[in-house]
C-alpha cells in the first residue's frame, strides 16, 4: 500500500528542506552561554508548571504541540526564493501560558532534532531559545500588555495575539542573528540586516496562522481559553 | 499510562462550567489531532521547498556550509527511510505528530497539578 501511494510523489522534489540551525553555525561559547538561557527558562518553566498547571489542560497541552510541529513543517513562499514557517511560541503561550508553552516548544524542537535530524544538538539550547523562550516568555508579556491596552483578553486576544507572533518572530530572528555574529560565523551587522529583513515578511505569516488558529478555538470552544488559568480546586463532587 | 496515576481515563477536558457536553464534546483532542495529522499531510504535499528565512541567509552569505549533521535522526529531513518522495514526508509527518503529542501529553501527566493534591 505504501508503495503505491509512493508512486504519487514520484517526480515531486523532495520533502521539506531543513528548517532549524545546524551544529557548526555557532560558536561553542556562545552555543553553551544558549543551552544555560534555555535550561534556565526550562528548570523555571518545570517548576511553575508543576506548581500551578492544571490536570484538565493536559490534552491541550499535547494537541498544542501536535499541531505546532505539523505547522512548523508547512514552509510558505514568502518573497525571493524564502520561504518561511511558524514558530509557535506565542501561539503555546496564549493557550497554556508561558511556562507550558516553553515546554510545549523546547519538546517540538528536540523532537526535530534527535528524530528529524533538523537542527542540531550543541546549538539546541540556541534554537529553543530563539524560536521558543522569545515568544513564549518575551511575546507572552507583549500580548498580555496589549490585551490591557484593547480593553482585556476577552476583546484584544486575536489583535494582541497578531502582533506579538509578528514581533517573536522578528525578534527571534535578531537573536539568531546577534549569536550568529557573536560566533563570529558572520559579520554581525550584514547578519543583522538580513535576518530581519526576511523575517519582517515571515512574521506576517506567523501573525496570521497564530491569529487564525486562536480564532477557530474562540468560534469552536472557547472553553479552551480558561483552562490557562484553571486552578485545580478541591473536587466538587 | 502512569503508574503514580490513580484514574486509569483520560483527563477530562474543557472546563465544568462552560465545556459543551456529549461524548464529541469530550473528546474534542481527537479532532484537535487530527487537525494536526491534516496540516502535516498539506505540508507535505504543498510546502514550500525554498529554504526558510534563516537557510536563506545563510546561503547569501556563504555559511550554509558551516552546518554539520550529528546523523542522530532516525527519521532524517522528515523522511522515512526507503520510502521516496511525498509519501514518505507524509508518514514521518503523522508519525512526528503522534510521537510530539505522547511526548508532551506524558509531560503533562508527570507534572501538572491533580485533584487529588489540592483536595487533599
Known sequence: MLASIGGFGVGLAPGPVQMHAPDGFLSLPIAAIMWALTLVAIVVSVKKTNETFDER????????????????MFNFQVIGGTS?????????????????????????????????????????????????????????????????????EQRGRIPAAGVAAWLSVVAGATAMAIELGLSGTTDVAVALAAMAGIHVFIGIGEALVTMAALAFVQVSRPD???LRDARMLPAAA | MSETTPSPTPTPPGTPDRAPKGRLARYWWVVGLAIAGGVAILA??????????????????????AGTDPGVGVLPGYTIPGLDGTASTIV???VGVAIVFLLVFLLGRLLARRRKDTAA
Open chain 1, 84 to 152: 518561511g514557517h511558524l514558530l509557535g511560541g506565542v501561539l503555546a503561550a496564549v493557550l497554556l501560558g508561558p511556562w507550558a508553552g516553553t515546554l510545549v516548544m523546547a519538546a517540538v524542537i528536540a523532537v526535530q532534532g534527535l528524530v528529524f535530524q533538523d537542527g542540531g544538538l550543541v546549538v539546541m539550547g540556541a534554537n529553543i531559545f530563539n524560536m521558543g523562550v522569545v515568544g513564549t516568555m518575551g511575546g507572552y508579556a507583549v500580548y498580555r500588555a496589549l490585551c490591557g491596552v484593547l480593553g482585556g
Open chain 2, 44 to 65: 507535505a504535499t504543498f510546502a514550500s521547498r525554498d529554504p526558510d528565512g534563516l537557510n536563506a541567509v545563510a546561503i547569501d552569505q556563504g555559511f550554509k556550509g
Open chain 2, 92 to 94: 514521518a509527518g503523522v
Open chain 1, 224 to 226: 479552551l481559553f480558561h
Open chain 1, 57 to 72: 489542560a493536559i490534552p491541550l497541552m499535547g494537541v498544542t504541540a501536535a499541531f505546532i510541529f505539523a505547522a512548523q
